[in-house]
């Protein structure tokens, strides 16, 4: 016979009409494979097919959980699963990154990373009104250091203009005015620029994602994938799900997953360690502004930046240097799975060679905490030593070619039944709605 869950999706069974009906606990369970019930003295097997979600995305991080919210309101009633391998949300990018809401000043005119961006920031600060979460728009200064980071900076309000971001050129003077403790050559100021807690905002996202009948199962390290003419099966261990549409968000583990389902991507990803430093709170009022460097167009990090933080601190970083562990957070912490992936795999020896200058560099302020306070006081010179206080750094899942090129923008990969993030580098966290959204349209969509 057919019987119903509570969100009106069909499970089949053999059970005689009489036993489903009395069976309340049965009829709410997706997982419960057999069971035994007493109906005139005998004994039946009750067999119960896995429940087929309509849509199971791969990932707790923001892009995922935005997803999952997006398929929840495009198709109400529709089976939803997350699936996460930690004991909570945003545990990895999303919750590492330094809570910057960007403009999107930076990036190319017309690129989807730009659009999405800047349809992102509006997006971050509607849903954290809506939903209550703390979000402040500090607005940011680029500050340039030199007659080349002035040449920069020029270019760069162009690119500004051309992505439709208003910005305010000023003089050292004035920068001075605004920012006592900040010298340079003059800036950009970029009004929209914000803070938030993304992890908060997973947090809710999480909520609302159970509110409207979706479920999360935590502790789910996805290791098979098997996909069929009607579905995919999907194993963590002992367990299996199965699910019409697969939609992975894996971030750090993108092309791993990519691999389970199948797919010959032609990219790898090679993670980068963002340190960290906490200013210590006897300064924690150094400056009211975001605080950035005119970046290296040749670089594809932002540099070292001062970002006060929505809980009230102040930290200074990230840098970008070399990791040997993806989603291990300690100095000096290895990975031989992690390192030999990236090792055997020949585009990261040509981005090795193409950008071996810089890499000693950023390694070199990594390992010498003078060198790294260096970088910071080009801007702010009256930092010392003692003002940094190490934090938790973060990890960048950073998707390179075979041919050692990096992928800026967004890119997604698909079988018939499997969409794969298989790159989400920054601004991600700022753009998550709008990805979200445009993921899920195009899954459900594929059910249309």
């Known amino acids: 016979m057919i019987g119903t869950d509570r969100l009106g999706n069909r499970a089949r069974s053999f059970v005689p009409p009489d036993i489903w009906g009395r069976s309340k606990r049965f009829e709410r369970s997706f997982e ?24 199971c995305v791969i990932g707790g991080g923001i892009v995922g959980l935005a997803t999952a919210l997006e398929l929840t309101r495009l198709r109400p009633g529709a089976g939803v699963l997350v699936l996460e391998k930690e004991t909570g949300l945003g545990r990895h990018q999303t919750g590492h990154n330094s809570g910057v809401i960007h403009a999107g000043i930076y990036y190319k005119p017309g690129s989807l990373k730009a659009d999405l961006c ?4 509006t997006a971050t600060k509607q849903f954290c ?41 000023i003089d050292d003077a004035e920068l001075k005015r605004r920012e006592p403790n900040i010298t340079g050559l003059g800036a950009l100021f970029v009004s929209q620029t914000g803070i938030v807690d993304y992890r908060r905002i997973c947090e809710v996202m999480g909520e609302l994602i159970g509110k409207a009948g979706g479920s999360i199962e935590y502790g789910a390290r996805v290791d098979a994938l098997a996909e069929t003419a009607e579905y995919v099966i999907v194993a963590a261990g002992g367990k299996r799900w199965q699910a019409k549409q697969i939609i992975a968000c894996g971030g750090l583990q993108s ?3 990519a691999k389970l389902a199948g797919l010959d991507a032609g990219f790898q990803i090679v993670p980068f ?38 809980d009230g601190s102040l930290t200074v970083g990230p840098n970008a240097v070399l990791g040997l562990a993806r989603e291990q957070y300690a100095k000096f912490s290895f990975n031989l799975k992690d390192v030999m992936s990236f090792a055997q795999f020949p585009g990261f020896w040509r981005l090795i060679s193409k950008n071996l200058q810089s890499g000693l560099t950023e390694a070199g302020n990594s390992l010498f905490k003078a060198r790294y306070l260096a970088e910071c006081r080009k ?17 960048r899942a950073q998707a390179v070619m075979r ?4 992928v800026h923008d967004f890119m997604i990969l698909r079988t018939p039944r499997t969409l794969h993030v298989g790159n989400a580098p920054s ?3 700022t753009a998550s709605i709008p990805i979200g959204e445009m993921i899920a349209r195009e899954a459900t969509e594929r059910q249309s």
């Not at 800047?118 to 920031?121: D, F, Q, V, W, Y």
């Not at 702010?380 to 934090?391: F, I, Q």
């Not at 041919?403 to 990096?406: A, I, N, W």
């Open 32 to 55: 419960i494979r057999a069971s035994w019930y007493v109906c005139n003295r005998n004994f039946f097997t009750v067999t119960v097919e896995i429940m087929i979600y309509d849509f």
């Open 118 to 121: 800047r349809r992102g920031a």
């Open 129 to 169: 009104t809506e939903n209550n979460i703390p979000f402040e728009t500090r607005g940011k200064l680029v500050v340039a250091t030199t007659p080349t980071e002035l040449a920069r900076m020029a270019n760069l309000r162009v690119n500004a203009a051309l992505n439709q971001i208003d910005v305010e050129e």
């Open 255 to 257: 092309d791993r997953l």
């Open 273 to 310: 360690r963002g340190e960290y430093y906490d200013v210590s709170p006897r300064k924690g009022a150094l400056v009211r502004h975001l605080i950035y460097p005119v970046p290296d167009p040749d670089l594809p990090f932002l540099g070292i930046h001062l970002t006060p933080m929505i």
């Open 379 to 395: 801007y702010c010179p009256s930092l010392e030593l003692g003002d940094l206080v190490a934090r938790e750094a973060g990890i």
């Open 403 to 406: 041919d050692g090129t990096l």
């Open 427 to 429: 601004p991600a966290a």
